[in-house]
C-alpha cells in the first residue's frame, strides 16, 4: 500500500517556476514507477510526466516537454516535478500517482495507476 500526498502548488504568473512534492509512504516507493497528471475543470486528467525507480527511463507529453522535469529522492520517499515558464494552460489541479508495474512508454493513462494523492492546484496568471 501507498500513499501520497502532493504539496506546493499556489498561484504564479504567467513565465514562472513551481515544484511540486509528492510525499509517498510505504518501504516499497523505491521501486514504483512515479507519474504526475493534471486535471482541468471540465477536461480529462491529462498525463504530464513519469518515470520509473532508477530515472533512467522519463516520459513526458509534447505540451510540456522541455518545460516540466520530474525526480525523486528516494531516500526522503518524495517525487517531484519542477514545472518552468508556465503557462495559463498548465492551470490545473496536479495528482501524483505510482504504480508496482514497470514504466513503459504507454503508461500515459490514468487507469494504468494504482495510487493517488489527493491533489494541489496550480494556477497560472496572463
Known amino acids: 500500500q501507498v500513499q501520497l500526498v502532493e504539496s506546493g502548488g499556489g498561484l504564479v504568473q504567467a513565465g514562472g517556476s513551481l515544484r511540486l512534492s509528492c510525499a509517498a509512504s510505504?518501504?516499497?516507493?523505491?521501486?514504483?514507477?512515479m507519474g504526475w497528471f493534471r486535471q482541468a475543470p471540465g477536461k480529462e486528467r491529462e498525463f504530464v510526466a513519469a518515470?520509473?525507480?532508477?530515472?533512467?527511463?522519463?516520459y513526458y507529453p509534447d505540451s510540456v516537454k522541455g518545460r516540466f522535469t520530474i525526480s525523486r529522492d528516494n531516500a526522503k520517499n518524495t517525487v517531484f516535478l519542477q514545472m518552468n515558464s508556465l503557462k495559463p494552460e498548465d492551470t490545473a489541479v496536479y495528482y501524483c500517482?505510482?504504480?508496482?508495474?514497470?514504466?513503459?512508454?504507454?503508461?500515459?493513462?490514468?487507469?494504468?495507476?494504482?495510487?493517488w494523492g489527493q491533489g494541489t492546484q496550480v494556477t497560472v496568471s496572463s
Open positions: 518515470h520509473n525507480w532508477s530515472e533512467l527511463s522519463t
Open positions: 500517482a505510482a504504480t508496482p508495474s514497470p514504466l513503459r512508454a504507454t503508461m500515459t493513462g490514468p487507469w494504468q495507476y494504482n495510487y
Open positions: 510505504g518501504r516499497t516507493f523505491s521501486m514504483y514507477t
